[in-house]
């Protein structure tokens, strides 16, 4: 995969669709995406910007989201001992954390997908993950786990938020999110 771009529609939402690229940048890869989100409830549009290095682990993510409650915007960075900076500023509750997780996106389930794609059926890892909510941006640390059910399915958990199926392609790239989206192209 040198460059791709995918789109999903939203499948929890009344009206919402994602776009992203994924893009080889040096030993690493960039990821930019896009989400708008109407329906009776949500109304929201949030865009976000995630480096990671070769070994698919966060290095920056820059978000910003905008909704009812107004504008925000967003830095996080990762050295490569894991240490995090939130706006520049330390945030110890982040370290060793390996990767963010945007929590309007499908995307950014592929960063632990291909990581972990060395996996066998019925394996599982657990990490934690930087997690982005949107629209306020706020983050918090959260342990994932990630189980490999065969070549192209994976169950997602945390405590924090449940258990999901995903369906991905052979680049990592999430095809169904079941609950969340399901993807319409690329």
Known sequence: MDARVVAWRRTDEDAGHSLA????????????????MAGPETVLACS??????????????????????GERRLLLTADGDRRWSRDGVPAP??????DVDVAATPLTNTLPIRRLAGLAAGEEVTTPVAWVDVPDLGVTRVDQTYRRLDARRWRYSDDAHGTFELTVDDDGLVVEYTGMAVRVAG
């Open 21 to 36: 690229r994924v893009e080889r940048a040096g030993p690493g890869w960039t990821f930019w995406g896009t989400e708008v």
């Open 48 to 69: 976000f910007r995630v480096q990671v290095d070769g070994g698919w682990a966060t290095r920056s993510v820059e978000a910003s989201s905008v909704s009812a409650a």
């Open 93 to 98: 509750e982040l370290d060793g954390c390996v």
